[in-house]
T-cell receptor
Framework: GAVVSQHPSRVICKSGTSVKIECRSL??????MFWYRQFPKKSLMLMAT?????????EQGVEKDKFLINHASLTLSTLTVTSAHPEDSSFYIC???????????FGPGTRLTVT | TQLLEQSPQFLSIQEGENLTVYCNSS?????LQWYRQEPGEGPVLLVT?????EVKKLKRLTFQFGDARKDSSLHITAAQPGDTGLYLC?????????????FGRGTQLTVWP
């Protein structure tokens, strides 16, 4: 149980375009979803936290107008990187947790490359 | 801010050796999770410890939560090449917003055959 999927697993886009990444909880209801960014051989950096049906809470330094997060249902959250630039290239990982649980289950990640 | 200090940052050992990874904080956590991550993949939950002094075993891995719930350790016995990966500890604060986890910076373990 507790399976989280992400799509796409890899994406290459041109500078200035927008990219949407989907995160789905496949076998449980995710009341809260988290979006992280990870640099090579580094730990996870939390970007934002979202509850289903509510606006996301962004971490300090993360531009909410650049990284748009939607958590429209208990099984789906999306992260849209708007007007992407090469410095946005990174490994983006989502996680999901159910109500009352401190455990987060992670998706397999999305490798974004902006050319 | 709840800081989790994880050490060592890098560990390179031979197959069969034992090792311990530490996570320490000045803050109290309601629970602590250990994850393992392989390159290009998301972290996989290994264990959750909740009670101070709790010890959990997962085959050759032993996890301990400190009595004061401020620190934790992961001990691997007779490491194997398949144990290679990035190990992450993460603490949960009951009072924090929306179940946020505070991650250590990770321990990159390489086990050579």
């Amino acid at each position: 149980g507790a399976v989280v999927s992400q799509h796409p697993s890899r994406v290459i886009c041109k500078s200035g375009t927008s990219v949407k990444i989907e995160c789905r909880s496949l076998d449980f209801q995710a009341t809260t979803m988290f979006w992280y960014r990870q640099f090579p051989k580094k730990s996870l950096m939390l970007m934002a936290t979202s509850n289903e049906g509510s606006k996301a809470t962004y971490e300090q330094g993360v531009e909410k107008d650049k990284f748009l997060i939607n958590h429209a249902s208990l099984t789906l959250s999306t992260l849209t990187v708007t007007s992407a630039h090469p410095e946005d290239s990174s490994f983006y990982i989502c996680s999901a947790s159910s109500a009352g649980s401190y455990e987060q289950y992670f998706g397999p990640g999305t490798r974004l490359t902006v050319t | 801010t709840q800081l989790l200090e994880q050490s060592p940052q890098f560990l390179s050992i031979q197959e069969g050796e034992n090792l311990t990874v530490y996570c320490n904080s000045s803050s109290v956590f309601s629970s602590l999770q250990w994850y393992r991550q392989e390159p290009g993949e998301g972290p996989v939950l290994l264990v959750t410890v909740v009670t101070g002094g709790e010890v959990k075993k997962l085959k050759r891995l032993t996890f301990q939560f400190g009595d004061a719930r401020k620190d934790s350790s992961l001990h691997i016995t007779a490491a194997q090449p398949g144990d290679t990966g990035l190990y992450l500890c993460a603490g949960a604060d009951r009072g924090s917003t929306l179940g946020r986890l505070y991650f250590g910076r990770g321990t990159q373990l390489t086990v050579w055959p």
